[in-house]
């Protein structure tokens, strides 16, 4: 797979999925969903999540919150220039240490 057509990538950080651009290739494919566009990988968090807030698998109150904070948060966002100019999803991407990239 050439890493620059998928550079999108969706990833659980804390348990709460989003999606960061990946151009470089720093997330290992075998690990994270890796999508063409931004909508692809969007749409697949957002599917994760709606499932865990439909199923109430999530872990406790704070977890719920920041479940339903991402959710509108990815709906909201036409392009992942909307997503990383929300404040709120740059605050949780400083969480991004511990995801584990791994080099390409």
Sequence with gaps: MHLLT???VHLPIDA??????DPEG????????RYE?????????LSSIEIMLDEEDY???D??????????LLESASSYEDLEHHSAHQRFLDRLASVQPVAA
């Design 63 to 72: 977890h719920r919150e920041e479940l339903e904070r991402m959710l509108g």
């Design 37 to 45: 566009t931004f909508t692809q990988a969007r749409d697949a968090a």
């Design 16 to 21: 709460v999925d989003t999606v960061v651009f």
């Design 6 to 8: 998928k550079p999108f």
């Design 59 to 61: 872990d406790g109150q």
């Design 26 to 33: 720093r997330f290992d494919a075998e690990r994270y969903d």
